[in-house]
């Protein structure tokens, strides 16, 4: 492909991200040189970096990152984990797949609004995860510090590995077929095709699933927003819900933006290994 | 790859799945039961699992005149789409060109929908529904049809460019929700486009971009090149090739990538939030019942979530079949 064929494709796709997206990006990175609150918006203040130096220098932000990287480092292994798992199970079966399917995307269907609300609603006093569990083991379920982080962990599981389990299960369905026939005169048993197959086939995917879950990951917000009930006691605050709450409480506009700036930057330092694969698929002459 | 065959194994499976199943829907059987009770039913201090159902929370929310008077309308709404469901079905047996009749069919249904608002009194909610379905159509068309050309062109274009772009889209991609507000925000008034269809399509295109590329990136780099090297060997054009080799065998690809771009733009809050003031989309108009202390809220909102996730549902369940048979003839093809 030339270089005019290339741009004729791309062009419609990079003119509408760069025409819309820049102005945010833009708009971040100046905003967060500035002193800004809601009572200043038409006068910012120009202070440099004084924003990142000051988030830098907080406990809180050190916290929240800390517990988003824990979030990140459990979810997105068990969501690819998972996602594969019950991907390859929908292979093996013949009946009932699209009952399955339907059935694993309705917590992705289901509106994020209410969703979460709804989530935390079931293992809340009335709900019925806290009655079986109740009647069942005698576990009474208290919100506390180490449920409520739980809670976020299983309901990211609960929303994100419909997601990975689809986009594996098509992928399988486009494996080549005369590889896997060789394999399989070679005698090659399921896992050896798996292994050998299989998984090198995917692997396009398996890093577009990473990157997408890692990033989803670090910004997650509204199930910690409603799970938490904006209570600080459960200490599970992640970047972002602590970026919302200097913006909105504390109405520091210019810190939140230095601490989105700081987002990106820290997304790209966690998917530095998956850049770098993207980086040699392509540019190597295939 | 080799299926098992042996009988226990494929039990195991069936109840694995079975139980992942139970896990993912259950909080959506929970919210229609909510949806049916009255509000002192929903809010009890134990789970209520029986209760005399009520319908109460779906009129209050699509209707502004009473149930009874909306009866015959509503019987006729159903027999009317009742015969456009069986004349889609029958599209065979109609001696008229199929595309003819699946188009006459979809613009009688527009027009029922369209038309209405203006025969019985509906509430707000059925707005937001339109306003939803045009923007989530919109925005499908415009993202599937210039992210496929971007994912291709860079699944094909091995240079540091397409790197270049890649990273670019995430970095859009990684920036949070919180630093869209106010550009978007000044973009709608600068534009004079503020609550319009058209924004809100072109943000949620701009936004779900960098996700739509990759996407189609990673399942284009997986067809072989010697397949559209082929049909160019043949005469086609770059362009030509891909839209009459490539689309076809990677629909499957651009089919899920579809169902998540329309799961994005459909149930998107933010944007529509931000850029609309009273074209509400059906996130906006169901956020209203989900915060405050009202116990009334709770059983709305959960009619509202149902009633939003019910067409996409049967949206999914319909595409299902071509899903699944487009990703085995893929499999047979690739």
Known sequence: MNRTTFSFFVGPSVFIMLALMTLPLLASIVLGLHFITFRNLDAPQWIGLQNYQEVLADPEFWDSLEFTLLFIAITVPLRIVLGLLFALLLDQITRFRGVFIAAALVPFVMTPVVGTLIFRDMFDRGGPYWYWMQQLFDYRLFMNSTTVPLLIIFHSIWTATPFAMIVLFAGLQTLPQESLEAARVDGASWSQQLWHVALPHLRSLFVFIALISIMDAYRVFDSVFVLTQQNPIFDAETIMYYNFQVAMSFGRLGKANAMSVLTVIGIFVVLVPFLVMTYREQTEEG | ?334
Not at chain 2, 199 to 205: A, E, G, P, S
Not at chain 2, 210 to 236: K, N, V
Not at chain 2, 248 to 263: E, K, N, Q, S, Y
């Open chain 2, 1 to 334: 790859m080799t299926r098992t065959n042996n009988p226990l194994a494929r039990l195991v499976m069936y109840a694995v799945l079975a139980l992942f199943t139970v896990y993912n829907v259950l909080p959506f059987c929970w919210t229609i039961l909510n949806s049916l009770k009255l509000p002192k039913d929903a809010n009890s201090r134990q789970p209520r699992f029986l209760f005399s159902p009520t319908g109460d929370n779906y009129a209050e929310l699509w209707l502004n005149i009473s149930p009874a008077e909306f009866a015959p309308y509503g019987l006729a709404l159903v027999l009317i789409l009742f015969a456009l469901v069986v004349i889609a079905l029958s599209a065979r047996r109609i001696p008229a060109p199929n595309s003819l009749v699946y188009l006459g069919v979809i613009a009688a249904g527009v027009a029922v929908a369209l038309a209405l608002p203006r025969l019985i009194n509906t509430a707000e909610f059925y707005d937001y529904l339109i306003n939803s379905v045009i923007v989530t159509i919109g925005t499908l068309a415009v993202s599937l049809s210039i992210g496929a050309l971007a994912g291709y062109g860079l699944a094909r274009f091995r240079h540091v460019v397409s790197v270049y772009i890649l990273v670019l889209a995430l970095a859009f991609r990684s920036l949070p929700s919180l630093a869209l507000v106010l550009p978007f925000y000044y973009l709608g008034q600068l534009s004079g486009l503020y609550d319009t269809h058209i924004l809100l399509i072109f943000c949620l295109v701009a936004v779900n971009q960098p996700f739509t590329i990759w996407m189609l990136r990673s399942f284009f780099m997986e067809i072989p090149r010697e397949i559209e090297e082929a049909a160019m060997i043949d005469g086609a054009g770059r362009l030509r090739s891909f839209i009459s080799v490539i689309v076809p065998i990677m629909w499957p690809g651009i089919i899920t990538t579809g169902l998540f771009t329309l799961l994005l733009a459909y149930n998107d809050f933010l944007l529509a939030r931000i850029l609309t003031q009273i074209n509400w989309t059906l996130p906006v108009g169901i956020a209203q019942w989900t915060g405050g202390e009202d116990p009334g809220h709770i059983t709305l909102a959960a009619a509202a979530s149902v009633s939003t996730t019910l067409p996409i549902l049967f949206v999914i369940i319909f595409f299902q079949k071509y899903l699944i048979r487009g990703l085995a003839s893929g499999a047979v093809k690739g």
